[in-house]
Every structure is written in structure tokens, then in C-alpha cells.
Nanobody, 120 residues
């Protein structure tokens, strides 16, 4: 059984910062890509940022220069540092990871989501 548990969401004023964390636990042999998605009310879930096991990163254009994704492989944890937040960043943020348990193939997992609200 594998779980992704997010923390760090909340309410912040425009221009402020938040740091999200997501820890993977359970039967984990290895983790490939880890990332963050978000879903605003009435909109589709979208990729915010992702990072490979080797440290390569990819960002949505709207967050480049403001958000930074990182990971601690020893802790099976991925982070999202969000600076210069804007009201349009308001959404539920979901952690996502490709995890391999033992000899099984990689499987994609989602966290439960954490609310980020940016007030103007």
C-alpha cells in the first residue's frame, strides 16, 4: 500500500509565499517522476511542475520564475516552493508520483489534495 500525503496549503495574500510538501510512504522500491498538479473550480486539472528522479524539472509557463519544485529522495518527498503568489494560483494542489513497489511495474499515485487560496 502506497500513500502520498500533502501538507502546507493555506490562505495567503497576493505576493506571499507557501511551501507544499508531499511524502510518499508504504511499500516503495523506487520513485520515478514526482510532481504537482492543480485544479481550480470549474477547470480541468493541470500540471504545475514535475521533477524526475535525476532532478530534471518541467514547469507550466505561468509559474516559471515563481515556483520551484524539488525533492529529497532519501525521504521520498517532493516540495513546491511558491513565491509571488497570485489570485489565479488559487486551486486544490495535488501531488503525483510514479512509484514502483518491489518487482511490480511503476504505478501512478495521487495525493488527497491541499487547498491553496490567494487573496487579492
Amino acid at each position: 500500500q502506497v500513500q502520498l500525503v500533502e501538507s502546507g496549503g493555506g490562505l495567503v495574500q497576493a505576493g506571499g509565499s507557501l511551501r507544499l510538501s508531499c511524502a510518499a510512504s508504504g511499500s516503495i522500491f523506487s520513485i520515478n517522476a514526482m510532481g504537482w498538479y492543480r485544479q481550480a473550480p470549474g477547470k480541468q486539472r493541470e500540471l504545475v511542475a514535475e521533477i524526475t528522479s535525476g532532478g530534471s524539472t518541467n514547469y507550466q509557463d505561468s509559474v516559471k520564475g515563481r515556483f520551484t519544485v524539488s525533492r529529497d529522495n532519501a525521504k521520498n518527498t517532493v516540495y513546491l516552493q511558491m513565491n509571488s503568489l497570485k489570485p489565479e494560483d488559487t486551486a486544490v494542489y495535488y501531488c503525483n508520483a510514479d512509484i514502483r513497489s518491489g518487482i511490480l511495474a511503476y504505478r501512478n499515485y495521487w495525493g488527497q489534495g491541499t487547498q491553496v487560496t490567494v487573496s487579492s
